[in-house]
Each structure stands twice: as structure tokens, then as C-alpha cells.
């Protein structure tokens, strides 16, 4: 079901995917431009980077994170590190602007008094994916993941609960932020392919900010 909320300055709709998961269009809209600043910045500390699976596989989405952890991935397996192991410092912290957005947007949704510890941020480029899958690596299964899209559009993959639910495929743009927790804080999901484009903010790629309170 689609609603719209007013006292917003740009439209911003409300489309629930499940109990527990929102997505709400354009929450981020205004913000967007200093969001995108914020990362810029963020990389000059902690350089996107792009990770090597425990399989062996160098993923396609290049990543950086900002935070008291990070969330890292090397042959020896996934996990939270407070420091970047690329330069053995801790991560940049969280902007004031990142814990405001994703607060804000999780309260939405119904999640009050979020605090999330850590921000994944994904850059992706034409062709680069993430493949459907759960985010289980957080200490803290009660907070729900907050997720910020910026700059090109691309189909977010939403899988349920059970891998062997259908996948439903959702056209997420520059401001759109995905909320789920609760009954749903482990539905798979993912990003399809990217298609190549342009966008004002971002040029040729999109980046996406995931929250998520660890501990
Ligand atoms: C993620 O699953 O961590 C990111 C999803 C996205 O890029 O939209
Ligand atoms: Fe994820």
C-alpha cells in the first residue's frame, strides 16, 4: 500500500514490503547532496576498497565504512573490525547528518531511538552486484538495518524471509531509504546488476549507506 506523508519538503511516499520492512521513497531527497559530501570525505580517510569473499571472490561493490566498527570480509571470514585494516587506523566517525537520516527514517518505520555503531558504504559501477543474502553478522538483532540509496537507481532484490521465497524486484532512486527489522531484521536481499548512467550527484556510480547497530 502506497501512502503519502505531508510536513515533508519533497514527496515522499511509504510502500510497506513486509511486517517489519518499508520503504520509504524519497525520505532522503534533501539531504542527499550533503550525504554524498559526507562520504567523500569519509573515503579520503578510508578508501573504498573492493573485498575479498572467504570463498575467494573479489566482490564488485567497492566499500568503505564509517563508524565505531566496520563491517570487513578477507579469505578468514566476515566481521566487525573497530579498525581498517587497510591502514591499521580506527574508521572515520559517524557524520551528525548519517545518524540524523537514518534515525529519522527508522523512527518512520516504526523503530524508535535508533543508535546504530556502524555505516557500510557500498559504491557501485555498471555491472557491479550484490547477490541475495542476509545481513547476520550484528550482535544486535533487534535494531533494524537502514538503508540509503544515493545517486543512480538501481533494482533492489527483496527475497522474505526463506530463500525460497519469490524475489521481488523494486526500482530504488537517489533518496530512497529501505528500513527493515523486527519479523523481517533477516529477509535476503540484494542489488541486481547496475545499468550504466549519469546522475548529478554521484556522476557514474551509486553508493549506498547500510546501518546497523553491531553491539
Ligand atoms: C547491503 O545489502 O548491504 C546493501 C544493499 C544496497 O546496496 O542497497
Ligand atoms: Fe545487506
Redesign the pocket.
Same mark, same amino acid.
Given at each position: 500500500m502506497t501512502s503519502l506523508f505531508d510536513s515533508h519538503p519533497v514527496p515522499c511516499s511509504r510502500e510497506r514490503l513486509e511486517e517489519g520492512a518499508v520503504l520509504l521513497r524519497g525520505f532522503a531527497a534533501t539531504e542527499a547532496p550533503l550525504l554524498v559530501e559526507e562520504v567523500e570525505r569519509i573515503a579520503q580517510r578510508a578508501a573504498f576498497r573492493h573485498l575479498v569473499t572467504p570463498g575467494g571472490f573479489t566482490m564488485s #561493490?567497492a566499500m568503505t565504512n564509517c563508524g565505531r566498527v566496520g563491517w570487513v570480509s578477507d579469505r578468514s571470514g566476515y566481521r566487525y573490525d573497530v579498525l581498517d585494516p587497510d591502514t591499521g587506523l580506527s574508521w572515520p566517525p559517524m557524520p551528525e547528518a548519517f545518524l540524523d537520516i537514518a534515525s529519522r527514517a527508522a523512527a518512520e518505520a516504526g523503530f524508535a531511538n535508533y543508535d546504530p555503531d556502524a555505516c557500510?558504504i557500498?559504491r557501485?559501477i555498471a555491472g557491479a552486484k550484490?547477490s541475495l543474502?542476509q545481513?547476520r553478522d550484528e550482535k544486535d538483532a533487534s535494531a533494524p538495518i537502514v538503508?540509503v540509496?544515493l545517486g543512480l537507481s538501481?533494482v533492489?532484490l527483496w527475497g522474505g524471509k526463506h530463500r525460497s521465497e519469490p524475489v521481488r524486484r523494486l526500482r530504488?532512486e537517489n533518496g530512497d531509504i529501505?528500513v527493515w527489522g523486527g519479523p523481517a531484521r533477516f529477509a535476503y536481499?540484494? #542489488?541486481a546488476p547496475l545499468s550504466d548512467g549519469q546522475h548529478v550527484l554521484t556522476g557514474n556510480v551509486r553508493i549506498?549507506l547500510?546501518f546497523r547497530k553491531v553491539f
Open positions: #561493490v557500510l557500498n557501485y550484490l543474502h545481513d538503508s540509496s538501481a533492489f530504488i529501505a536481499h540484494g #542489488v549506498n547500510t
